[in-house]
């Protein structure tokens, strides 16, 4: 299990992530394509975002589901001095490099909630884990292959 580091508070770039205690910081990240285009669910694209996840330091991806116009996932910090924005920036340009559809964009913003009890934190992955279903994607969560866990953040 990755090391994650603690602190009371952090801010940066207009992205407030609090805790209490010693528990990780653990963020919920919701990450849209430009009008919803529905072009993520390749095998290719999706061999891409692991690996820019694996390549980009300070913050670790636990449970993920690429839908085929959003990716949402957890993520824990690993790096105070890793702005939540820049790192989610550096893995969607990564990313967009490897789609080959003409004027493809990501949404500029991306949405984020810290995780803030343990009860929350399971209700997060499991609703990360369901989404494909939820979203009429597939009838069966095993049945969707662009979803699952990278590094597993246990809540302690």
Not at 39 to 55: N, P, Y
Not at 124 to 151: C, F, M, N, Q, T
Request: glycine share 6%; aromatic share 10%.
């Amino acid at each position: 299990m990755p090391t994650v580091q603690t602190q009371p508070h952090l801010q940066r770039a207009g992205y407030s992530v609090s805790y209490t205690g010693s528990q990780p910081i653990i963020v919920n990240v919701l990450v849209e394509t430009m009008n919803a285009l529905p072009i993520l669910d390749e095998d290719r694209i999706h061999d891409c975002l692991l690996d820019a996840w694996q390549q980009a330091s300070g913050w670790c991806v636990g449970r993920y589901a690429m839908l085929p116009d959003q990716v949402q996932l957890l993520a824990a910090q690993q790096d105070f001095a890793c702005d939540l924005g820049d790192w989610v920036q550096y893995w969607k340009a990564r990313v967009k490099s490897c789609i080959e559809y003409a004027g493809f964009e990501w949404q500029p913003r991306f949405g984020s909630a810290t995780v803030t009890t343990p009860v929350n934190y399971k209700l997060r992955r499991e609703s990360i884990r369901l989404s494909p279903v939820s979203h009429k994607v597939v009838r069966s969560v095993v049945d969707w292959p662009y979803a699952g866990v990278v590094e597993a953040l246990e809540w302690d």
